[in-house]
Protein backbone atom coordinates (compact mmCIF):
# COMPACT_ATOMS: atom_id res chain seq x y z
CA UNK A 1 0.00 0.00 0.00
CA UNK A 2 0.93 3.32 -0.90
CA UNK A 3 1.35 5.88 1.92
CA UNK A 4 2.28 9.86 1.37
CA UNK A 5 4.35 11.01 4.29
CA UNK A 6 4.30 14.59 4.62
CA UNK A 7 6.89 17.26 6.76
CA UNK A 8 6.10 21.17 6.70
CA UNK A 9 9.85 22.41 6.62
CA UNK A 10 11.38 26.31 7.32
CA UNK A 11 9.61 28.07 3.98
CA UNK A 12 12.77 30.88 4.01
CA UNK A 13 15.11 27.33 3.57
CA UNK A 14 16.17 27.76 -0.05
CA UNK A 15 17.75 24.39 -0.32
CA UNK A 16 14.43 22.93 -0.16
CA UNK A 17 15.64 19.71 2.25
CA UNK A 18 13.84 17.65 4.42
CA UNK A 19 14.54 18.12 8.05
CA UNK A 20 15.68 14.55 9.47
CA UNK A 21 13.52 13.64 12.20
CA UNK A 22 14.80 10.23 14.05
CA UNK A 23 10.29 9.60 14.64
CA UNK A 24 9.62 9.82 11.39
CA UNK A 25 12.23 7.60 10.64
CA UNK A 26 11.64 5.17 12.63
CA UNK A 27 8.18 4.69 11.52
CA UNK A 28 9.76 4.87 8.09
CA UNK A 29 11.60 2.11 8.58
CA UNK A 30 8.56 -0.24 10.36
CA UNK A 31 6.36 0.83 7.81
CA UNK A 32 8.79 -0.56 4.83
CA UNK A 33 9.28 -3.79 7.45
CA UNK A 34 5.73 -4.27 7.08
CA UNK A 35 5.57 -3.59 3.04
CA UNK A 36 4.14 -0.25 3.14
CA UNK A 37 5.50 2.14 0.45
CA UNK A 38 6.52 5.28 1.59
CA UNK A 39 7.81 8.75 0.15
CA UNK A 40 8.41 11.89 2.38
CA UNK A 41 7.14 15.30 1.15
CA UNK A 42 9.09 17.89 2.84
CA UNK A 43 6.42 21.38 2.04
CA UNK A 44 7.83 24.70 2.55
CA UNK A 45 4.42 26.11 3.07
CA UNK A 46 1.24 25.15 1.45
CA UNK A 47 2.74 24.15 -2.18
CA UNK A 48 -0.46 23.22 -4.57
CA UNK A 49 2.10 22.33 -7.22
CA UNK A 50 4.51 20.25 -5.43
CA UNK A 51 1.39 18.37 -3.49
CA UNK A 52 0.04 17.43 -6.62
CA UNK A 53 3.04 16.14 -8.08
CA UNK A 54 3.73 14.17 -5.57
CA UNK A 55 0.23 12.82 -5.42
CA UNK A 56 0.19 11.96 -9.07
CA UNK A 57 3.59 10.13 -9.10
CA UNK A 58 2.86 8.35 -5.79
CA UNK A 59 -0.79 7.63 -5.63
CA UNK A 60 -1.08 7.24 -1.81
CA UNK A 61 -3.98 5.15 -0.03
CA UNK A 62 -3.48 7.29 2.90
CA UNK A 63 -1.35 10.30 4.05
CA UNK A 64 -0.01 11.13 7.12
CA UNK A 65 1.58 14.24 7.92
CA UNK A 66 3.71 15.27 11.00
CA UNK A 67 2.49 18.38 11.99
CA UNK A 68 4.94 21.31 13.99
CA UNK A 69 3.69 23.54 16.28
CA UNK A 70 5.17 26.31 13.85
CA UNK A 71 3.52 24.97 10.73
CA UNK A 72 0.02 24.66 12.13
CA UNK A 73 -1.88 26.85 9.52
CA UNK A 74 0.61 25.73 6.11
CA UNK A 75 -0.53 22.54 7.48
CA UNK A 76 -4.54 23.11 7.77
CA UNK A 77 -4.65 24.46 4.28
CA UNK A 78 -2.77 21.40 2.93
CA UNK A 79 -4.49 18.74 4.62
CA UNK A 80 -8.34 20.17 3.30
CA UNK A 81 -6.69 20.15 0.00
CA UNK A 82 -6.09 16.73 0.00
CA UNK A 83 -9.59 15.91 1.12
CA UNK A 84 -11.22 18.23 -0.99
CA UNK A 85 -9.25 17.92 -4.16
CA UNK A 86 -7.63 14.53 -3.81
CA UNK A 87 -10.36 12.92 -1.40
CA UNK A 88 -7.50 11.36 0.32
CA UNK A 89 -7.70 10.11 3.77
CA UNK A 90 -5.41 11.88 6.33
CA UNK A 91 -3.93 11.01 9.65
CA UNK A 92 -2.28 13.48 11.94
CA UNK A 93 0.48 13.09 14.17
CA UNK A 94 3.42 14.61 16.14
CA UNK A 95 3.96 17.37 18.57
CA UNK A 96 0.88 19.95 17.43
CA UNK A 97 -1.60 16.04 17.36
CA UNK A 98 -0.33 15.40 20.62
CA UNK A 99 -0.63 18.86 22.58
CA UNK A 100 -3.83 20.41 20.36
CA UNK A 101 -5.48 17.03 19.66
CA UNK A 102 -9.43 18.76 19.29
CA UNK A 103 -7.84 21.02 17.23
CA UNK A 104 -5.92 18.96 14.25
CA UNK A 105 -9.24 16.45 14.48
CA UNK A 106 -10.90 19.46 13.64
CA UNK A 107 -9.23 20.02 10.77
CA UNK A 108 -11.51 19.06 7.42
CA UNK A 109 -10.47 15.87 6.11
CA UNK A 110 -8.43 14.53 9.06
CA UNK A 111 -9.66 11.25 10.06
CA UNK A 112 -7.62 10.34 12.29
CA UNK A 113 -4.80 11.30 14.67
CA UNK A 114 -1.90 9.48 16.74
CA UNK A 115 -1.75 10.78 20.52
CA UNK A 116 2.08 10.96 21.75
CA UNK A 117 4.80 8.72 20.56
CA UNK A 118 3.54 7.43 17.17
CA UNK A 119 5.48 4.52 16.00
CA UNK A 120 3.26 1.25 16.64
CA UNK A 121 0.29 3.08 16.60
CA UNK A 122 0.30 4.74 13.45
CA UNK A 123 1.62 1.25 11.95
CA UNK A 124 -1.66 -0.21 13.33
CA UNK A 125 -3.51 2.52 11.74
CA UNK A 126 -2.70 1.47 8.46
CA UNK A 127 -2.65 -1.95 8.90
CA UNK A 128 -6.24 -1.60 9.44
CA UNK A 129 -6.36 0.82 6.11
CA UNK A 130 -5.06 -1.52 4.24
CA UNK A 131 -6.97 -5.20 5.72
CA UNK A 132 -10.37 -2.91 5.31
CA UNK A 133 -10.57 -3.10 8.92
CA UNK A 134 -12.23 -0.24 11.72
CA UNK A 135 -9.70 1.38 13.35
CA UNK A 136 -11.49 2.90 15.76
CA UNK A 137 -10.15 1.89 19.46
CA UNK A 138 -6.43 1.30 18.47
CA UNK A 139 -4.34 2.15 21.53
CA UNK A 140 -3.03 6.10 21.52
CA UNK A 141 -5.49 6.63 18.28
CA UNK A 142 -8.09 9.10 17.85
CA UNK A 143 -10.59 8.52 14.97
CA UNK A 144 -13.66 10.69 13.76
CA UNK A 145 -16.71 8.82 11.99
CA UNK A 146 -20.23 9.10 12.07
CA UNK A 147 -20.61 8.92 15.22
CA UNK A 148 -18.04 11.06 16.76
CA UNK A 149 -14.58 11.00 17.81
CA UNK A 150 -13.57 7.43 19.44
CA UNK A 151 -10.45 8.07 21.44
CA UNK A 152 -8.28 4.54 21.93
CA UNK A 153 -6.57 3.82 24.86
CA UNK A 154 -2.78 5.38 25.73
CA UNK A 155 -0.46 2.73 25.68
CA UNK A 156 1.88 2.73 27.95
CA UNK A 157 5.46 4.21 27.16
CA UNK A 158 7.74 2.07 25.52
CA UNK A 159 11.23 1.16 27.33
CA UNK A 160 13.18 -0.77 25.32
CA UNK A 161 14.42 1.93 22.61
CA UNK A 162 16.88 -0.50 21.09
CA UNK A 163 14.09 -2.78 19.93
CA UNK A 164 13.31 -0.24 17.29
CA UNK A 165 14.65 -0.12 13.79
CA UNK A 166 17.30 2.92 12.78
CA UNK A 167 15.75 5.16 10.83
CA UNK A 168 15.08 5.18 7.47
CA UNK A 169 17.71 8.45 6.09
CA UNK A 170 16.55 7.29 2.27
CA UNK A 171 13.05 8.72 3.05
CA UNK A 172 14.70 11.95 3.84
CA UNK A 173 16.91 11.80 0.64
CA UNK A 174 20.10 11.82 3.03
CA UNK A 175 22.35 11.82 0.45
CA UNK A 176 21.37 15.51 -0.36
CA UNK A 177 20.83 16.63 3.24
CA UNK A 178 24.94 14.96 4.39
CA UNK A 179 26.44 16.26 1.44
CA UNK A 180 25.05 19.98 1.97
CA UNK A 181 25.99 20.50 5.92
CA UNK A 182 28.85 17.59 6.16
CA UNK A 183 27.13 16.19 8.99
CA UNK A 184 24.55 13.19 10.15
CA UNK A 185 22.17 13.65 12.74
CA UNK A 186 21.58 10.98 15.72
CA UNK A 187 18.97 10.36 18.54
CA UNK A 188 20.06 8.60 21.61
CA UNK A 189 17.27 9.14 24.24
CA UNK A 190 13.42 9.90 24.41
CA UNK A 191 11.86 12.48 26.89
CA UNK A 192 13.10 14.98 28.97
CA UNK A 193 13.19 15.72 32.83
CA UNK A 194 12.66 19.50 32.40
CA UNK A 195 10.02 21.78 32.55
CA UNK A 196 10.78 25.11 29.84
CA UNK A 197 7.38 26.62 29.68
CA UNK A 198 8.16 27.23 25.98
CA UNK A 199 8.57 23.81 25.18
CA UNK A 200 5.76 21.01 24.77
CA UNK A 201 7.69 19.04 26.84
CA UNK A 202 5.03 19.14 29.87
CA UNK A 203 2.23 17.74 27.55
CA UNK A 204 3.99 14.81 27.33
CA UNK A 205 4.95 14.53 30.53
CA UNK A 206 1.32 14.85 31.57
CA UNK A 207 0.12 12.72 29.28
CA UNK A 208 2.27 9.47 29.90
CA UNK A 209 2.33 10.24 34.05
CA UNK A 210 1.87 6.71 35.27
CA UNK A 211 2.77 4.77 32.10
CA UNK A 212 6.37 4.20 32.35
CA UNK A 213 9.85 5.72 32.62
CA UNK A 214 9.51 9.14 30.63
CA UNK A 215 13.32 9.65 29.67
CA UNK A 216 14.49 6.40 28.82
CA UNK A 217 18.15 6.32 26.71
CA UNK A 218 19.32 3.44 24.01
CA UNK A 219 22.11 1.45 24.45
CA UNK A 220 25.49 3.06 23.75
CA UNK A 221 26.54 -0.43 21.69
CA UNK A 222 22.59 0.19 19.42
CA UNK A 223 23.69 4.08 19.03
CA UNK A 224 27.41 3.29 18.06
CA UNK A 225 25.64 0.71 15.61
CA UNK A 226 24.05 3.02 13.79
CA UNK A 227 26.34 5.46 13.59
CA UNK A 228 28.88 3.13 11.62
CA UNK A 229 26.49 2.58 10.05
CA UNK A 230 25.68 5.51 8.49
CA UNK A 231 29.41 6.85 8.28
CA UNK A 232 30.28 4.37 5.91
CA UNK A 233 27.11 4.59 4.13
CA UNK A 234 27.53 8.53 3.87
CA UNK A 235 31.29 8.92 3.48
CA UNK A 236 30.50 12.97 3.25
CA UNK A 237 29.33 12.94 6.85
CA UNK A 238 32.57 14.38 8.84
CA UNK A 239 30.53 15.32 12.39
CA UNK A 240 27.84 14.01 13.93
CA UNK A 241 25.02 15.86 15.90
CA UNK A 242 22.86 14.42 19.01
CA UNK A 243 19.63 15.80 18.66
CA UNK A 244 18.35 15.32 21.86
CA UNK A 245 18.28 17.14 24.96
CA UNK A 246 19.47 14.57 27.42
CA UNK A 247 22.40 13.24 24.71
CA UNK A 248 24.74 14.25 27.58
CA UNK A 249 23.17 13.75 31.13
CA UNK A 250 23.46 10.23 32.43
CA UNK A 251 27.10 10.00 33.83
CA UNK A 252 27.46 6.56 33.54
CA UNK A 253 26.02 6.14 29.98
CA UNK A 254 28.09 8.73 28.75
CA UNK A 255 31.40 7.11 30.10
CA UNK A 256 30.82 4.28 28.15
CA UNK A 257 30.20 6.15 25.04
CA UNK A 258 33.43 8.03 25.58
CA UNK A 259 35.42 4.75 25.50
CA UNK A 260 33.91 3.32 22.54
CA UNK A 261 33.63 6.92 20.50
CA UNK A 262 36.96 7.50 19.51
CA UNK A 263 37.53 3.63 18.22
CA UNK A 264 34.07 2.98 16.81
CA UNK A 265 33.44 6.41 14.98
CA UNK A 266 35.73 8.78 15.73
CA UNK A 267 34.31 11.90 14.19
CA UNK A 268 34.07 15.46 16.36
CA UNK A 269 30.99 15.54 17.50
CA UNK A 270 28.37 18.33 18.68
CA UNK A 271 25.13 17.90 21.41
CA UNK A 272 23.07 20.16 23.07
CA UNK A 273 23.09 19.84 27.29
CA UNK A 274 21.53 21.53 29.64
CA UNK A 275 23.15 24.00 31.60
CA UNK A 276 21.50 23.05 35.16
CA UNK A 277 22.91 19.11 34.33
CA UNK A 278 26.61 20.62 33.61
CA UNK A 279 29.19 19.17 35.50
CA UNK A 280 33.06 18.98 35.44
CA UNK A 281 32.91 14.96 35.12
CA UNK A 282 30.57 15.74 32.50
CA UNK A 283 32.51 18.34 30.53
CA UNK A 284 35.87 15.85 30.56
CA UNK A 285 34.14 13.17 28.95
CA UNK A 286 32.33 14.97 26.48
CA UNK A 287 35.91 15.95 25.60
CA UNK A 288 37.16 12.65 25.73
CA UNK A 289 34.60 11.52 23.55
CA UNK A 290 35.59 13.79 20.75
CA UNK A 291 32.84 16.46 21.20
CA UNK A 292 33.95 20.04 20.00
CA UNK A 293 30.66 21.93 20.22
CA UNK A 294 27.90 21.98 22.77
CA UNK A 295 24.70 24.25 22.27
CA UNK A 296 22.79 25.39 25.35
CA UNK A 297 20.19 27.77 26.25
CA UNK A 298 20.57 30.54 28.20
CA UNK A 299 16.93 31.64 28.21
CA UNK A 300 16.74 35.45 29.16
CA UNK A 301 19.31 37.56 31.09
CA UNK A 302 16.08 38.78 33.90
CA UNK A 303 15.73 36.42 36.06
CA UNK A 304 12.01 37.09 36.44
CA UNK A 305 11.49 36.00 32.71
CA UNK A 306 13.82 33.27 32.91
CA UNK A 307 12.72 31.62 35.92
CA UNK A 308 8.93 32.90 36.36
CA UNK A 309 8.29 32.81 32.54
CA UNK A 310 10.65 30.50 31.11
CA UNK A 311 10.58 28.20 33.96
CA UNK A 312 14.16 27.84 33.56
CA UNK A 313 15.61 27.57 37.38
CA UNK A 314 19.28 28.47 37.62
CA UNK A 315 20.46 31.99 38.52
CA UNK A 316 23.20 34.13 36.64
CA UNK A 317 26.07 32.61 38.34
CA UNK A 318 25.28 28.87 37.73
CA UNK A 319 24.92 29.62 33.83
CA UNK A 320 28.29 31.71 34.02
CA UNK A 321 29.65 28.93 35.79
CA UNK A 322 28.55 26.16 33.94
CA UNK A 323 29.85 27.70 30.58
CA UNK A 324 32.99 28.34 31.90
CA UNK A 325 33.32 24.49 32.99
CA UNK A 326 32.51 23.19 29.41
CA UNK A 327 35.04 26.64 27.85
CA UNK A 328 37.55 24.90 30.15
CA UNK A 329 37.16 21.57 28.72
CA UNK A 330 38.23 22.55 25.63
CA UNK A 331 34.26 22.93 24.21
CA UNK A 332 33.51 25.21 22.07
CA UNK A 333 30.36 26.63 23.14
CA UNK A 334 27.10 28.07 21.10
CA UNK A 335 24.85 29.71 23.47
CA UNK A 336 21.23 30.63 22.62
CA UNK A 337 19.02 33.70 24.11
CA UNK A 338 15.50 34.11 23.67
CA UNK A 339 14.38 37.72 23.02
CA UNK A 340 11.07 39.00 22.85
CA UNK A 341 9.67 37.18 25.41
CA UNK A 342 6.61 38.04 27.73
CA UNK A 343 7.44 41.02 29.54
CA UNK A 344 10.56 41.91 27.78
CA UNK A 345 11.65 45.57 27.98
CA UNK A 346 14.78 47.63 27.24
CA UNK A 347 15.71 46.60 30.17
CA UNK A 348 15.45 43.27 30.05
CA UNK A 349 17.14 42.98 26.98
CA UNK A 350 20.32 44.54 28.59
CA UNK A 351 20.50 42.05 31.16
CA UNK A 352 20.21 39.39 28.25
CA UNK A 353 22.70 40.98 27.01
CA UNK A 354 25.19 41.39 29.87
CA UNK A 355 24.27 37.62 30.97
CA UNK A 356 25.60 36.60 27.48
CA UNK A 357 28.92 38.41 27.76
CA UNK A 358 29.13 37.22 31.41
CA UNK A 359 28.77 33.46 29.51
CA UNK A 360 31.70 34.47 27.23
CA UNK A 361 29.97 31.89 24.58
CA UNK A 362 32.05 31.23 21.32
CA UNK A 363 29.36 31.80 19.52
CA UNK A 364 25.81 33.61 20.89
CA UNK A 365 22.20 32.97 18.65
CA UNK A 366 19.40 35.07 19.31
CA UNK A 367 16.10 33.34 18.56
CA UNK A 368 12.81 35.86 18.83
CA UNK A 369 9.98 34.41 21.51
CA UNK A 370 7.24 32.42 20.03
CA UNK A 371 3.77 31.75 21.83
CA UNK A 372 4.29 27.45 20.71
CA UNK A 373 0.77 26.68 21.11
CA UNK A 374 -0.21 24.43 23.67
CA UNK A 375 2.76 25.84 25.85
CA UNK A 376 2.39 27.62 29.27
CA UNK A 377 3.79 30.63 28.08
CA UNK A 378 1.56 30.83 25.03
CA UNK A 379 -1.30 30.29 27.37
CA UNK A 380 -0.01 33.34 29.27
CA UNK A 381 0.32 35.47 26.59
CA UNK A 382 -3.71 35.01 25.13
CA UNK A 383 -4.42 35.62 28.76
CA UNK A 384 -2.89 39.08 28.08
CA UNK A 385 -3.85 39.87 25.51
CA UNK A 386 -0.33 39.69 23.07
CA UNK A 387 -0.82 37.50 20.63
CA UNK A 388 -1.07 39.63 17.47
CA UNK A 389 -3.13 38.39 14.19
CA UNK A 390 -0.21 37.67 12.71
CA UNK A 391 0.94 34.65 11.32
CA UNK A 392 3.11 31.67 11.64
CA UNK A 393 5.83 32.89 9.04
CA UNK A 394 6.69 35.54 11.41
CA UNK A 395 8.45 32.96 12.90
CA UNK A 396 10.50 31.49 10.16
CA UNK A 397 11.28 35.06 9.75
CA UNK A 398 12.81 35.49 12.75
CA UNK A 399 10.04 38.33 13.84
CA UNK A 400 7.31 38.54 16.98
CA UNK A 401 4.23 37.82 17.02
CA UNK A 402 3.42 39.39 20.32
CA UNK A 403 1.96 43.41 20.77
CA UNK A 404 3.19 43.76 24.29
CA UNK A 405 3.44 47.36 25.69
CA UNK A 406 6.66 46.84 27.12
CA UNK A 407 8.20 46.53 23.86
CA UNK A 408 7.16 47.04 20.03
CA UNK A 409 7.69 43.89 17.94
CA UNK A 410 10.15 46.08 15.82
CA UNK A 411 12.45 46.88 18.37
CA UNK A 412 12.29 43.25 19.19
CA UNK A 413 13.10 42.40 15.75
CA UNK A 414 16.02 45.29 15.43
CA UNK A 415 17.68 43.76 19.10
CA UNK A 416 17.76 40.04 17.05
CA UNK A 417 19.18 41.13 13.88
CA UNK A 418 22.24 43.23 16.00
CA UNK A 419 22.27 40.48 18.75
CA UNK A 420 25.83 39.20 17.86
CA UNK A 421 27.13 42.92 17.39
CA UNK A 422 25.81 44.06 21.08
CA UNK A 423 27.17 41.43 23.15
CA UNK A 424 30.55 42.20 21.76
CA UNK A 425 30.04 45.40 22.30
CA UNK A 426 29.96 48.13 25.10
CA UNK A 427 27.27 47.88 27.60
CA UNK A 428 24.33 50.60 26.89
CA UNK A 429 24.02 49.86 22.92
CA UNK A 430 21.04 48.61 23.28
CA UNK A 431 19.60 51.93 23.76
CA UNK A 432 21.20 53.43 20.60
CA UNK A 433 19.71 50.19 18.59
CA UNK A 434 16.55 50.86 19.81
CA UNK A 435 16.43 55.24 19.16
CA UNK A 436 17.69 53.90 15.93
CA UNK A 437 14.55 52.25 15.19
CA UNK A 438 12.22 55.28 16.65
CA UNK A 439 14.00 57.65 14.64
CA UNK A 440 13.53 55.49 11.30
CA UNK A 441 9.83 55.26 12.28
CA UNK A 442 9.04 58.52 12.71
CA UNK A 443 10.70 60.03 9.68
CA UNK A 444 8.76 56.59 7.74
CA UNK A 445 5.42 58.26 9.11
CA UNK A 446 6.49 62.14 8.81
CA UNK A 447 6.94 61.10 4.93
CA UNK A 448 3.84 59.32 4.40
CA UNK A 449 1.87 62.28 6.02
CA UNK A 450 4.04 64.88 4.69
CA UNK A 451 3.33 62.62 1.38
CA UNK A 452 -0.66 63.21 1.76
S1 LIG B 1 15.34 20.97 28.01
FE1 LIG B 1 14.67 21.03 25.88
S2 LIG B 1 13.25 19.32 25.60
FE2 LIG B 1 13.51 19.68 27.81
S3 LIG B 1 11.79 20.98 28.38
FE3 LIG B 1 13.56 22.32 27.97
S4 LIG B 1 13.40 22.88 25.78
FE4 LIG B 1 12.03 21.11 26.15
Redesign the pocket.
Known amino acids: MQVLLLQFVDPTETRGLPVFSHELGVLGSRLKEHGFACRLLALRGHRSDELRRAVIEHRPRYVLAEVEPHSVAAAHRTLVELSETYSLPVGVLGVYATCRPTDALSVPGVRALVLGEYDSTALALLESVRDGADPAGIDGLWVRNEEGVVRGRLPDLRDDLDSLPAPDRELFGYERIVSATGEAHFKTSRG?????A?????WYMDLYEGRGTFVRRRSVGNVLHEVRRVLDRYPQARRAVFLD??FATDADWLKAFADAWPDRCGVPFRC?V?LSGVTEAMATELSRAGCDEVHV?LGAGSRFIREEVLS?RLDDDAIVGACGVLRRAGLRVVAKVLLGCPYESEVSIEETVELAQRAEADEVRAEVFYPTPGTRTAELCGEKGWISGRGEENYWEGRSVLDMPSMPAEHIRAVASEFPRLVKGPPGNVRGVLRKVSRTRRRGLRDLLGGR
Do not use: K
Not at 192 to 196: G, K, S
Not at 198 to 202: K, Q, R, V, Y
Open positions: CRLWCFCPNDHHWPHI
